[in-house]
Structures are given as structure tokens and as C-alpha cells.
């Protein structure tokens, strides 16, 4: 399941910027590595921003695979790959 953070004012505004980041899309913002296993974290299409991990639920698709700067979503048996912007 998805996971609301805390997101400084810097990172909320770097993760809105319409010169950089595609608007009403959902973008990768960054990957890590948890103790409970990798993350990513999403920003949507009306700018909130999630942390998931694989199996979360997110735009009605699930979180399959989570790889260094790579997330990928199925959503109606349809794979779709997220990377990085500017990556």
C-alpha cells in the first residue's frame, strides 16, 4: 500500500516544476533500499507524492518490480515502465 512522507518545501517544489517534469503523468522521483526491501518514490498527476514498495496499489495498477531508477506498474495486463525524467 502506498505510504504518505513528509517531503520538505524544497522537495515539493523541485517534484512540481512544470518546466521538468511532465504534468498529469505519474513520475518516478527516486528508488531506494529499505530494510523491508526496495521503494520508489511517485510523484502523481496532481502533484502528491507517495512512497510505494512492490505489491502497492497506485492510478489502478499494482507495483510489480522496483530496480534502481526503474519502477514498473500493471495495470489492466498491461506492463508500464517508469524511469527517472532527465536519467
Known amino acids: 500500500m502506498a505510504q504518505n512522507v513528509e517531503i520538505t518545501p524544497e522537495t515539493q517544489a523541485a517534484a512540481t516544476q512544470t518546466a521538468e517534469l511532465p504534468l498529469m503523468e505519474t513520475v518516478l522521483l527516486g528508488t ?13 498527476g496532481y502533484g502528491g507524492v507517495s512512497t510505494v514498495s512492490i505489491g502497492s496499489h497506485i492510478n489502478g ?5 522496483i530496480r534502481d531508477g526503474e519502477v514498473f506498474i500493471s495495470r489492466n495486463g498491461r506492463g508500464i515502465k517508469l524511469t527517472i525524467p532527465g536519467s
Open 61 to 65: 495498477g499494482e507495483v510489480t518490480t
Open 32 to 44: 531506494l533500499t529499505a530494510p523491508s526491501g526496495p521503494k520508489a518514490i511517485l510523484r502523481n
